[in-house]
């Protein structure tokens, strides 16, 4: 079992930036794939972000490449996404998730969430116009 806790959302004026996290416990994997997705009102979970643990290699959604950075802190097993420029359209619950990191391996991109098996609360993030 692994448990994940996000924080780190909240309201911001576009523009701004915010930065979430994602703090893992239990039987964390050996070597991870750690994703953050999110999902807005009405629409599909979009996946954002990928990294492999360890070693730190990122994957980016077209949407957010270039304005957001996720990475990774072994040491605290605490998983980060920064995200800078944010749009209103960029509103969303943000939600982390975890496997093993040969599901970041076996997919061409972000993997999708069906692949996921452990899932943190959410965190909402809020950007206004």
């Known amino acids: 079992q692994v448990q994940l806790v996000e924080s780190g959302g909240g309201s911001v004026q576009a523009g701004g930036s915010l930065r979430l996290s994602c703090v893992a416990s239990g039987n964390t994997y050996a070597s991870a794939c750690m994703v953050w997705f999110r999902q807005a009102p009405g629409k599909a979970r979009e996946g954002l972000a990928s990294?492999?643990?360890?070693?730190?290699?990122?994957t980016y959604a077209n949407s957010v490449k270039g304005r957001f950075t996720i990475s990774h802190d072994d040491a605290k097993r605490t998983l980060y996404l920064q995200m800078d420029s944010l749009k209103p359209e960029d509103t969303a619950m943000y939600y982390c998730?975890?496997?093993?990191?040969?599901?970041?391996?076996?997919?061409?991109?972000?993997?999708?969430?069906?692949?996921?098996?452990?899932w943190g609360q959410g965190t909402q993030v809020t950007v206004s116009s």
């Open positions: 998730a975890v496997d093993d990191g040969f599901t970041c391996a076996i997919v061409d991109g972000v993997p999708p969430d069906s692949l996921f098996e452990y």
């Open positions: 990294i492999t643990t360890p070693g730190g290699k990122a």
